[in-house]
């Protein structure tokens, strides 16, 4: 008997005993291995969708404008601790995205079993090589000298310790796994926990709130909008791994154990301790809106979304965030603006599937509807001149985020209004 399935706009027909086979098989951990990868039928539905819409947020960094940044560089307005929080951002994300990438590759996407898991780890890997190498990028434009990056990796000691928090629960599993023992099969949640949640869902939070306020300040703008598109790809890695966890839990409830939860909640413990001191280290005065004592309440607060997303014990019940602005300026999906779109959109756009994003809580419907069309337009036009394009974008965008973020300096700019900015864009292209 035949069997139809859909997925997104796509129907595919199965041999309904075959698939129900296969649908079986699939495990988090413990399934069939298969060479033909068998994708369908999907049984992990959130892992592809998944999968789609980090391909949907594909950008790459030379599409970003690095002139002011130099400029700013090159200058004599910065401070010492702006310039600090520069290099150490560099420095430790040069070698934090590669040490990520390659647990994901060498660990998690060896040990589970089903395909579109190893597929949307895939995309993961290959998501923290993009971030390796805009680190690269930035690296080249301000002329950093790479071994001072390296050694800051293996000589500033909140560093060190912070990669050596993560390398333990990785190193250690990088040999055969029976995963048939519940301690074998905890190592590995352990490891998805501390990679997807402490690592990538905390301790990267202190660096990329120092980046964002200076950004904010309008210091360092292409550096901020590539550690913007590097923030969307991690709250992806983050729900993904978040995801794997609860499932892997789910089908393996041996693991869960109160002493294994007990276990990741002082991992968490730890990691925002370690994140608290590397905190200090990269902000060791207070400098204009940079406070280091909100820097660590807002670890705090981090931390708790995170234990709290996987169903864990919180540590500080009731802590607020004390940036609701970084709330806002991280979360690009909800103000995406058309110039962004030339970047991380015209991939989708060309194949004519870019209608994905929605502005509605900016302008309702009538901004859903022109938007593909203006954007598609603007692109078309701006291609040949993407650098200018871009440039005199990052200012409307600028003024976008200020007026998001800043309500009493104005109020959020309409449909309308960005409809006419566009238009004011394309006329000077021309
Ligand atoms: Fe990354
Ligand atoms: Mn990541």
Not at 157 to 164: G, M, Q, S
Not at 180 to 206: D, P, W
Not at 340 to 360: F, I, M, N
Request: hydrophobic share 40%; net charge negative; charged share 25%.
């Amino acid at each position: 008997m035949e069997k139809r399935f859909q997925i997104g706009n796509r129907e595919f027909v199965l041999d309904q005993t075959k698939a129900e086979e296969a649908y079986a098989a699939k495990r988090i951990i413990n399934g069939r291995q298969t060479m033909t990868f068998n994708l369908l039928p999907l049984k992990y539905q959130w892992a592809y969708e998944l999968y789609r819409n980090m391909k949907a947020n594909h950008w790459e960094p030379e599409d970003i404008p690095m002139a002011k940044d130099i400029e700013q560089w090159r200058g004599n307005d910065l401070s010492d601790v702006e310039r600090w929080i520069i290099r150490m951002g560099i420095g430790y994300f040069s070698a934090a995205e590669g040490i990520v990438g390659d647990n994901i590759q060498h660990v998690v996407r060896e040990l589970v079993t089903a395909p579109e898991l190893k597929l949307v780890l895939g995309r993961h890997a290959h998501e923290e090589n993009i971030h390796a190498d805009s680190l690269l990028y930035m690296i080249s434009s301000l002329g950093i000298n790479p071994h001072e990056c390296e050694a800051m990796f293996e000589d500033v000691p909140t560093i060190l310790r912070k990669n050596e928090f993560v390398s333990r629960v990785s190193r250690e599993l990088r040999r055969d796994m029976d995963l048939s023992q519940t301690r074998e099969k905890q190592a590995l949640a352990r490891n998805i926990f501390v990679f997807g949640q402490c690592m990538e869902g905390t301790q990267f939070y202190g660096l990329f709130g120092m980046i964002l306020s200076l950004y904010r300040q309008n210091k360092f703008p292409g550096i901020g909008q590539m550690f913007r598109y590097t923030l969307r790809d991690e709250s992806n890695h983050i729900e993904l791994l978040r995801n794997l966890l609860v499932e892997l839990i789910r089908e393996n409830p041996d693991v869960w154990t109160d002493e294994f939860q007990q276990e990741l909640v002082n991992l968490m413990k730890e990691a925002v301790q370690l994140e608290k001191e590397f905190i200090n280290d990269c902000l060791p005065v207070n400098a204009v809106g940079l406070s280091g004592e909100e820097f660590a309440e807002y670890i705090d607060y981090i931390a708790d979304r995170r234990l709290e997303n996987v169903g864990l014990p919180l540590l500080n019940e009731g802590v607020k965030n004390p940036f609701p602005w970084l709330a806002e300026m991280m979360d690009i999906k909800k103000e995406q603006n058309f110039f962004e779109g030339t970047v991380t959109e015209w991939h989708s756009l060309h194949r004519g599937t870019g209608a994905g994003v929605t502005l509605a809580d900016h302008g309702g419907g009538r901004f859903d509807r022109d938007h593909t069309a203006v954007r598609g337009f603007v692109i078309a036009c701006a291609r040949p001149h993407i650098q200018n394009a871009l440039g005199v974008a990052q200012g409307v965008h600028d003024q976008l985020v200020n007026a998001r973020v800043r309500p009493t300096r104005g109020r959020i700019p309409n449909a309308d209004t960005l409809i006419d900015l566009v238009w004011g864009v394309q006329s000077l292209l021309l």
